[in-house]
């Protein structure tokens, strides 16, 4: 079958869909005409980044998590990507508030522990988020009892992020045996994470929203003073 030009191959029935040229690559191909086709890659500003990765991922986890509520299908296929989906929104939530209290500190190092180790990260976090400028919001909001708690579930069962990802662990070197992952944890209850995930996640969507409102008084107080000068 032959392809023109425009990636289309040529032969296909009247009303079919156009395929995607192999040149192409996977993630290239024409445009059907839906609005929700394409999406677009790399505009973002780069200090937006991690806030939107980090949303895509909870956003992602809520649509599925309450298509299977509805439905009430396929809970025991999609319970993992779902709290996949939520621990990655975790991970990447709390490095982002990491390096963001970190700058607002003006660190000398406002990176980002390298480890999936949930804890770490938020025992990490949690500390910069005690310090001044920040003390007051972390005594204000429930939420941070229920990021405690997630945190400390995700611990016990997935602490490196393994365990909804693959079945197994990595085999052992003596034996080779792959160990089971997840051989303590019989079911899930659904809508309790749901419950969980959105008041820790709003928690930790505050606390963004307000380094980024600190971080703009900074600079408009600088700005100010310059002005006076």
Not at 63 to 77: L, M, P, S
Not at 106 to 116: G, K
Not at 162 to 186: D, E, I, M, W
Request: charged share 30%; aromatic share 8%; proline share 6%.
């Amino acid at each position: 079958m032959k392809t023109s030009d425009d990636g289309v191959r040529r032969g296909v029935s009247p009303g079919e869909p156009p395929r995607i040229d192999s040149r192409e690559g996977i993630f290239c191909g024409p445009n059907r005409g839906g609005p929700g086709d394409t999406a677009a890659i790399g505009y973002i500003p780069h200090d937006a980044r991690w806030s939107v990765y980090a949303t895509g991922y909870r956003d992602a986890a809520d649509i599925v998590a309450n298509w299977v509520q509805t439905g009430g299908r396929h809970q025991d296929f999609l319970v993992y990507p779902i709290i996949y989906l939520y621990r990655h929104y975790l991970e990447l939530r709390i490095k982002q508030l990491i390096f963001e209290a970190r700058d607002l500190k003006e660190d000398r190092d406002p990176s980002t522990p390298d480890t999936h180790d949930i804890a770490k990260l938020w025992n990490v976090c949690r500390t910069l988020l005690e310090g001044e400028p920040l003390s007051y919001r972390m005594g204000r909001d429930a939420g941070m009892a229920d990021v405690e708690l997630v945190v400390s579930e995700m611990k016990t069962h997935d602490p490196d992020s393994s365990a909804f990802r693959y079945p197994y662990g990595k085999p052992k070197r003596k034996t080779q045996k792959r160990t089971p992952l997840l051989a303590g944890l019989k079911e899930v209850n659904l809508v309790s994470l749901g419950e969980l995930m959105e008041s820790a996640g709003d928690f930790l969507d505050g606390v963004e929203m307000h380094i980024d409102h600190l971080r703009e008084c900074i600079v408009r107080e600088a700005t100010e003073r310059l002005d006076r000068e």
